[in-house]
């Protein structure tokens, strides 16, 4: 089992930044990634971001790619995303995902392809 808790959204400016957390608690399996996807109103969840645990990988959305960066804090099992130059088209729900053992092509970008979701944090960006 693993569970997941999302902070840092809120309200933000275009041209602002805000700073993503994703906690994890529960084992962690041997091929465990993290990643972002979001959702706006009327909208289907879009991937954002993953990182894989054991081997480093990074891969940014060419949606977020150049604004947005993806990290981790191994000891706290905690994933960040880093959000720079916002725009008002990035107001959505974000959400945190895991999977303990993932298996796949990278990135891992679909829905499918996690196991856990966090409950969410908003981020609204104001024009």
């Known amino acids: 089992q693993v569970q997941l808790v999302e902070s840092g959204g809120g309200l933000v400016q275009a041209g602002g930044s805000l700073r993503l957390s994703c906690a994890a608690s529960?084992?962690?399996?041997?091929?465990?990634?993290m990643g972002w996807f979001r959702q706006a109103l009327g909208k289907e969840r879009e991937f954002v971001a993953a990182?894989?645990?054991?081997?480093?990988?990074?891969y940014v959305a060419d949606s977020v790619k150049g604004r947005f960066t993806i990290s981790r804090d191994n000891a706290k099992i905690t994933m960040y995303l880093q959000m720079n130059s916002l725009k008002p088209e990035d107001t959505a729900v974000y959400y945190c995902?895991?999977?303990?053992?993932?298996?796949?092509?990278?990135?891992?970008?679909?829905?499918?392809?996690?196991?856990?979701w966090g409950q969410g944090t908003q981020v609204t960006v104001s024009s």
């Open positions: 990182i894989s645990w054991s081997g480093g990988s990074t």
């Open positions: 995902a895991a999977d303990k053992f993932w298996s796949g092509s990278w990135p891992p970008e679909k829905v499918g392809e996690y196991d856990y």
């Open positions: 529960g084992r962690t399996g041997s091929r465990y990634v």
